[in-house]
């Protein structure tokens, strides 16, 4: 498990979501095994040790949000509910420990709050994380926090602006060094409509992995297809977007065969687009500015009270419509396809952005960072102006 | 009480006597309900002979059944096999199990023989036992028609009163995919059927939050492809699975020589919408409804029955395997024995079955006639009896389902350390190894499976305690069944304290089948699966499994268990320290 450990550290690393020498893995077979920090490898090892699990990550976040989260919330509170779908599908809610109640009995209270979530958030130390199955999961998991608190305190800023000491000035670091410009300057698209099979597989896999590279996406945050004749060549579902090769499932435009059972929940989606559509490519990803701006609706006096299902609306963000709909059968297949024709963009509400190309995935790719790009730009002039 | 009833229906057959108990509430609690209580229930029984009169047969529901929880209105029958002669549950949906919630039970708790054919019936608070001369030799849709009225049947065929070693217990709508042979139990004890009408409700502790969880259930039902997606069980059923597990080189093909059938598109999901034009059909109350039936009726195969009357008899034709697969369901028959049965007997003559002899061997074999006299005993008893033992492919006596285990080496562990025999719902690997959720592990390495297998172990048997359907876990996962529980119940659980019951029940269940005398020697695969490779082909190898890593993968098993190198409790006392 040693080499699962490493790979999993570096991609933390890699995606910068958390600090270099402060990550740590557990893991257990028929004996347990920690790595990574010291302090931390402890922490796990013991938390671990409690649970019926196989793999544990505790690792410092590289952005304070999560700890600027937890300092804002009441004192009575124990939880925070993330509006994004991610959260509201997988996670529903993620507990927290401050960091002195931590002192007093802290391994002990986290596997408690491991045992009934698969991440929780500890003030002052990080995001401690659990895979039931695999230290993928564990990951896995990890970066759905880390995305989730991201997308929070985003929006917690719009609405409530800063609150504590040296939060300003953090977030201003963020904004200055942490954040990169998105762009797709340096990488090379294969030139359309792809027909071969190999040449499709392959160019799905490069862009896939483009995505994760240039900071437009987590690994395990989108799906992305590519049409070709009588068949639909797309991600399979818990795959990582930047290790597509040998994870793209071949489904036939009629449904002759079920061997597909194993691509993206988000098929039905791709399937549509291409019916309605002149699109001959898919790239679907969450973006985090894009998905907090998704969420802020200025819709007065609304009486809907789940946006992410039943909104029946049609908002414009940039040239970019916005949707309600939820993952998979949930009625994101429905809202996208009829309003993507046009500009070969949609928005998900707290979800995601979908981008379509009609020739190949330069164009799709470049709507992607044009959507993320304006949705950045927007939301700081949003906090700049409240 | 919330959730549970707290009573127990007890009947002693042979004396006739019916009385309701009340049930240990700290025995609800460490044991659920479903599999855990009945498994529980059968501490001091356990090494009786399954036709022994006094082997108790225990039909046992969960606490979330009658609920608004998704996929829950189900049951376990628990009782010790006689095809095995290890402890046996199987899990029951249709209407019956919410019927017998409705009559105000938890459980039934059946002993004893009767003199003469008997139906069991349950009406609200009464209960009474009627003659069944006149229904004894029905098939199953007969039986299940002339009870109709009195409310939902769990009954038995020829099969089981002519105590075929993998005779079903079937429950009217079309639900009867048991292992094990409890209809040979059943009809051992001259009970051709249990029917039951109740409409009592479930006391709920806070139904707004039961609502909220319902919620999330369902977005995560619609959010996986392989439950509710555009080709998922939901739509297809379980023959989804067909293309799947043939296009992985995993499909058991002539009694397991090869892995690959390049006929079985012929039966697939696809192929059956078209030549059936399916409708939907399924369990009370639930949203996938992977059941499918022909217009007029009819029930079609699942994905198990359609490969072993397939691929590993050699047979494509379509029609032929629906012809089976209903023989199967009037007889009361496990699909999946019989015809892993037939093909281990086929491999045996050099000769198998063809699709024109199905219908005449599975109703010899119902009726234990001519072949099927052989035959009713089950593909081990039929390897011995040719003389060539190694021709059974089963562990434990269970016959393998249809998943090969060189393609899937989880798998492979989870048939051996499964406590009812070869069985893949135990430990469901197929969840990881192949439809990739919740997520995806390398199917041709045993590095961790030894770990993710006793998980996944001791979380399906608390699923199958809570009685949840199993397909459910490809999209939900405990965390939103314990918030169900929870808020049914009003005591608190999570997903670490349902496994820690569920670890409770897998080590019970371990524990009587070591007092019946096994041990690691039937922890092991049929000796082809180490011997020869599968069938490799598009970019896949499928070598044998290396034996000395299984074995190495398997001690660790145990270790993790706290078993010995023997698979063995080194505390003969574990039973009595247990609740």
Known sequence: MYDQIAKYTNKLIADRSAVHGWVAFAAQDDRLLTSGEPQLARLAGDVLGRLDALGLVAARPSLPFADFIVQRTSADESFIIPRDTETRTFLHDIPFIRSDEFATDGPKLLARLLGNRKGVIVEGVGIVAVGAVTVEQAYINYSSVFHATFVKYLQDLLTGGFLLDGEREAFDGFRNDWLRPLGAEGLRFRSGPLTEPAVILSEVATVGRYTVECGLVDSFFGNISCRSDDMIYISQTAASLDELDGCIDPVPFAATSTTGITASSELAAHRRIYETTDARVILHGHPKFSVVMSMQCEREDCEITDCWRDCPHVRVLGETPVVAGEIGAGGLAKRVPPVIGESGRALVYGHGVFTTGRQDFAEAFQSMVEVENWCRHEYFRRLAER | ?579
């Not at chain 2, 549970?4 to 659920?32: F, M, N």
């Not at chain 2, 628990?78 to 409705?102: A, E, M, N």
């Not at chain 2, 003659?131 to 020829?158: F, H, Y």
């Open chain 2, 1 to 579: 009480m919330y959730g549970w009833t707290g009573k127990i229906l007890k009947v002693d057959l042979t004396t006739g006597r019916i009385w309701r108990e009340s049930l240990p509430v700290e025995l609800i609690h460490a044991y659920l309900g479903g599999r855990g209580l009945g498994v529980r229930l059968m501490r001091g029984f356990h090494t009786l002979d399954p036709f022994a009169p006094d082997m108790p047969l225990i039909f046992s529901v969960g606490p979330l059944c009658g609920t608004a929880a998704p996929t829950t209105a189900r049951l376990a029958v628990v009782s010790r096999s006689p095809l095995t002669g290890t402890i046996c549950d199987c899990s029951y949906g249709g209407h019956f199990p919410w019927r017998l919630k409705g009559a105000g039970l938890d459980a039934l708790f059946i002993t004893g023989a009767s003199s003469q054919p008997v139906v069991l019936s349950i009406r609200g608070d009464k209960a009474e036992l009627v003659p069944a001369d006149a229904l004894w030799g029905n098939t199953v849709p007969e039986t299940i028609a002339s009870l109709a009225d009195a409310g939902s049947v769990a009954a038995i065929g020829p099969a089981g009163e002519n105590g075929v070693l993998f005779a079903n217990i079937m429950m009217g709508e079309g639900n009867g995919s048991g292992r094990g042979g409890l209809g040979a139990v059943m009809g051992r004890k001259r009970l051709k059927a249990v029917v039951v009408n109740g409409d009592r409700t479930v006391l709920i502790a806070d139904r707004q939050r039961i609502e909220h969880a319902c919620h999330d259930v369902m977005r995560l039902f619609r959010a996986s492809p392989i439950i509710f997606g555009e080709l998922g069980i939901a739509e297809y059923g379980t023959p989804a699975l067909v293309d799947l597990v043939n296009q992985r080189r995993m499909v058991p093909t002539e009694n397991f020589r090869r892995t690959f059938f390049t006929e079985s598109r012929n039966y697939s999901g696809p192929a059956i919408r078209r030549e059936y034009g399916t409708q939907k059909g399924g369990c009370y109350g639930c949203p996938i409804q992977c059941l499918k039936m022909t217009p007029r009726g009819e029930y079609l195969p699942e994905y198990e029955a359609l490969s072993h009357f397939g691929a590993l008899n050699g047979i494509s034709n379509l029609s032929a395997i629906v012809r089976a697969n209903t023989i199967c369901n009037e007889l009361g028959l496990d699909a999946v024995s019989a015809g892993a049965t037939l093909s281990a007997w086929g491999e045996g003559r050099g000769r198998f079955p063809t699709a024109d002899e199905l219908p005449g061997l599975l109703t010899d074999i119902g009726h234990r006639r001519e072949d099927g006299a052989l035959l009713a005993l089950g593909s081990r008893r039929v390897a011995e009896q040719l003389g060539n033992p190694d021709l059974s492919m089963s562990v434990k006596s269970l016959e393998l389902p249809a998943y090969d285990p060189r393609g899937a080496y989880g798998m492979a562990l989870a048939y051996c350390t499964s406590n009812r025999g070869g069985c893949h719902l135990r430990a469901y690997p197929l969840s990881h190894e192949i439809l990739r959720k919740p997520v995806a592990t390398d199917r041709f390495s045993f590095s961790g499976k030894a770990r993710i297998i006793k998980i996944a172990e001791d979380t399906n048997a608390a699923v199958d305690s809570l009685m949840a359907c199993t397909f459910s876990f490809l999209g939900a996962t405990l965390e939103e069944y314990a918030e169900l529980l929870s808020a049914t119940t009003g005591f608190e659980y999570s997903p670490q304290s349902l496994r820690e019951i569920g670890e409770r029940t897998y080590l019970t269940e371990r524990f009587y089948n070591c007092a019946n005398g096994f041990s690691v020697a039937d922890d092991r695969l049929p000796e082809r699966f180490y011997a020869e490779p599968g069938s490799s082909g598009d970019g896949i190898e499928v070598p044998a499994i290396d034996r000395a890593r299984f074995d190495e993968e398997l001690q660790k098993y145990y270790r993790i268990r706290g078993l010995t190198p023997q698979g063995t409790f080194a505390d003969p006392g574990y039973l009595e320290k247990s609740p």
